[in-house]
């Protein structure tokens, strides 16, 4: 689960990363859009500024245009007073109508000069207004952009914010899977541990195990052997009937019986070390078992705390088991010991069987 949440967050990044990039882009491509703009709306500002420039030179122009104007029409008019008397002089008349003419000549040319003038100025009008609404219209765009791009740099601003707590986020899980890393290897050690001293346990087991049938195949053997010394005093009992006659059938018979009683207390014994060899080892379970929970009980203060560590799974409580496992465990090592009843029967079976020596010995002579 952490590694797929790993992951989808790493592909948000990778997509948030590509998101930025592109308005990185945009914002670029904005930015040179913004001042090819600023360029071209100063280059207009400057036309603007030589098309003023070139309206007040037409204005004088046309001042001048005006002016010239009324100069020839009182030409024109001095001439038509003075056509009568320059009659009689033909050679004044004569230059001054070629001075007229050549002056007339020059404002014609340069009332066309200014006509075409006049032209250009009015294509230039219309240039410029073209250009002042084509400027108002990539103010308007600036405008736009100058929205759009503080748009832009707010989205920047929270995209960012949304990276940088992203960041966080990936950081804090990652700890948490490096934390979660080393309580798996931890767990997986005191696993290992809990793995050895179970395989102990069980070896130990075994051997008790192997002890017991030992004993129960001695005990056997026991039985075997004084069936076997049975059927031998018999069968010397019977062979020596000829040999002794001075021991009559009562003391046959309670020879008979202390050897059936000796065969008793010797499969008695038997299984009186037997049992105790078992109770022993349950004695020594349940002495390691009361010192284990004596040894929890003192480290984690009361019974309720130790079912609570272990209904937990905590691992200081798995280490607590392994520690006093390792200090109680000379609790099984102990040897089993006697008990008092097969102590006291040891030397009366010896006492019971010296008499039986003498006789055995009486018939073998």
């Given amino acids: 689960m952490n590694d797929k949440r790993a992951q ?25 859009r913004f001042s090819k703009t ?3 709306n100063k280059e207009l500002l400057e036309q603007q500024k030589r098309h003023e420039k070139e309206k007040c030179i037409l204005r004088d122009l046309e001042t001048r245009n005006l002016k010239l104007r009324e100069f020839c029409n009182e030409i024109n008019d001095k001439r038509a007073e003075k056509e009568i008397p320059m009659l009689d002089k033909p050679m004044a008349l004569w230059e001054t109508y070629v001075d007229l003419k050549v002056r007339f000549d020059e404002i014609e040319c340069k009332y066309k000069v200014l006509v075409e003038e006049q032209k250009e100025y009015e294509q230039e009008k219309c240039i410029l207004q073209d250009l002042e609404r084509r400027n ?22 929270i995209v960012e914010k949304q990276c940088s707590k992203m960041q966080r986020t990936i950081n804090d899980q990652w700890l948490r899977i490096n934390d979660l890393k080393s309580q798996i290897t931890e767990m997986q050690a005191q696993k290992q541990q809990q793995e050895k001293t179970c395989e102990h346990l069980l070896r130990m087991h075994q051997e008790f195990e192997r002890k017991i049938e030992l004993l129960e195949e001695m005990h056997n053997k026991k039985q075997e052997r004084n069936t076997d010394m049975c059927k031998a005093n018999l069968m010397e009992e019977a062979t020596s009937k000829d040999l002794k006659e001075r021991t009559s059938l009562k003391e046959m018979e309670q020879r008979c019986q202390k050897l ?3 065969i008793e207390e010797k499969h008695d014994q038997s299984e009186i070390s037997i049992e105790e060899s078992i109770k022993n080892l349950d004695k020594n379970v349940s002495r390691l078992t009361k010192k284990l929970f004596k040894g929890l009980i003192k480290e984690f203060g009361s019974t309720e705390q130790v079912m609570n560590a272990a209904l937990a799974c905590d691992s200081s409580f798995d280490e607590a088991i392994l520690k006093h496992l390792k200090i109680n465990f000379w609790v099984l090592m102990i040897p089993p010991q006697k008990s008092r009843i097969a102590r006291f029967f040891s030397p009366v079976g010896r006492a019971i069987m010296k008499p039986f020596r003498c006789c055995f010995k009486g018939s073998d002579d």
């Fill in 8 to 32: 989808l967050e790493r592909k948000k990044e990778i997509q948030l990363q590509h998101k930025l990039k592109a308005m990185r882009g945009k914002y670029l491509d904005l930015k040179v």
């Fill in 38 to 40: 600023e360029c071209k």
């Fill in 136 to 157: 108002l219209i990539l103010k308007e765009i600036c405008n736009e952009m100058n929205d759009k791009r503080a748009q832009l740099e707010r989205k920047k601003e």
């Fill in 260 to 262: 059936e009683k000796e």
